[in-house]
């Protein structure tokens, strides 16, 4: 499926159009239309974690979001052997608006609730 970048990927924004791909449950392949060098993993943060945050105003006029909206939101995750030492970015989600294929990246403030890359073993159960 492919979606408009409304707003860019931080420190990639030449990227204008994304294909999102299903690898399994939890994770995803996010790849750039025009860069076949640039993709990410990402990851579903809800199978980790309570994860809440409100999309502001600007961006929910932007993608189109209303309360009948089917969105995705997902996380950039960086791939680590083992994978239990994957670090993931919690203060940038990416949403998906899958009703008219729009996407942007949401910073959020950073809080003692969310960090910039945490691994994905300190929310396994031990």
């Keep these: 499926m492919k979606f408009d970048m409304q707003v860019p990927i ?7 159009e994304v294909t999102l791909e299903k690898i399994d449950d939890i994770f995803m392949k996010m790849q750039s239309s025009n860069n076949k ?7 579903d943060p809800f199978v980790l ?6 999309i502001s105003d600007n961006i929910q006029k932007m993608l189109e979001i209303n309360d009948d909206s089917n969105i995705i939101i997902l ?4 791939i680590q ?11 940038a989600p990416i949403v998906f608006n899958t009703d008219n ?3 942007a990246q949401i910073i959020l403030q950073e809080t003692l609730t ?10 396994l159960k031990k």
């Design 49 to 54: 974690r309570e994860y809440d945050f409100e």
């Design 81 to 91: 052997t083992p994978i239990e030492e994957s670090v993931v970015n919690f203060i």
């Design 75 to 78: 996380n950039i995750v960086l």
């Design 114 to 123: 969310y960090n910039v890359a945490e691994k994905i073993s300190s929310f």
């Design 37 to 43: 060098y640039v993709s990410f993993t990402m990851i």
């Design 101 to 103: 294929n729009k996407a």
């Design 10 to 16: 931080l420190g990639f924004e030449d990227i204008k």
